[in-house]
T-cell receptor, first 115, second 110 residues
Framework: EADIYQTPRYLVIGTGKKITLECSQT?????MYWYQQDPGMELHLIHY???????EKGDLSSESTVSRIRTEHFPLTLESARPSHTSQYLC??????????????FGPGTRLTVL | GEDVEQSLFLSVREGDSSVINCTYT??????LYWYKQEPGAGLQLLTY?????DMKQDQRLTVLLNKKDKHLSLRIADTQTGDSAIYFC??????????FGAGTRLFVKA
């Protein structure tokens, strides 16, 4: 079973607040990802990381930022939340070295609602 | 860039077979995947197939790949109510990026 965790699972917050969505994995994976998923829609890659101190923007422009100070931890921060940020955020990881088929392991997601 | 498309809904009766279809655009896609997402959960890899394979079977699941038409399908035999979920088709060209489809909602009627 995949060991990738996200907190909080659900968050309702007011406009203008700063929030950090946490993601941790205990598998020692090098690659980590953040996806944004609106209900009934496809996943959009918003950030990814190859390893410690590596962060890149994904395909979908996002006002969020990420950091990768430790291998196991990949938090996502919104400095000033807006209603347009309401969505589900999925964190995933994969093993750069060991996997032969690039399987991504997903966390349970954080459902964010900005009022 | 890669685009992955799949139909949004499928409804079947319990015990019937379900077939979920997917098309992709990048012929250099090396790995093709089917992920399952249950309500309130993340995605979980169901099965995958390499581009040099035509078919892969894993218990009730059969994946068919038509490289010429860039078409992938997932067949679930003897569909159960527990199979109700969203099924995502995804493609990877061997790099870091995996492109996901919008997901097919499978409804299983008892």
């Amino acid at each position: 079973e995949a060991d990738i965790y996200q907190t909080p699972r659900y968050l309702v917050i007011g406009t203008g607040k700063k929030i950090t969505l946490e993601c941790s994995q205990t598998m020692g994976h090098d690659k980590m990802y953040w996806y944004q998923q609106d209900p009934g829609m496809e996943l959009h890659l918003i950030h990814y990381s190859y390893g410690v101190n590596s962060t890149e923007k994904g395909d979908l422009s996002s006002e969020s930022t990420v950091s990768r100070i430790r291998t196991e931890h990949f938090p996502l921060t919104l400095e000033s939340a807006r209603p347009s940020h309401t969505s589900q955020y999925l964190c995933a990881s994969s093993d750069l070295q060991g996997s032969t088929y690039n399987e991504q392991f997903f966390g349970p997601g954080t459902r964010l609602t900005v009022l | 860039g890669e685009d992955v498309e799949q139909s949004l809904f499928l409804s079947v009766r319990e015990g019937d077979s379900s077939v979920i279809n997917c098309t992709y655009t990048d012929s250099s896609s090396t790995y093709l995947y089917w992920y399952k997402q249950e309500p309130g959960a993340g995605l979980q890899l169901l099965t995958y197939i390499f581009s040099n394979m035509d078919m892969k079977q894993d218990q009730r699941l059969t994946v068919l790949l038509n490289k010429k038409d860039k078409h992938l399908s997932l067949r679930i035999a003897d569909t159960q109510t527990g199979d109700s979920a969203i099924y995502f088709c995804a493609a990877n060209t061997g790099g870091f990026k995996t492109i996901f489809g919008a997901g097919t909602r499978l409804f299983v009627k008892a």
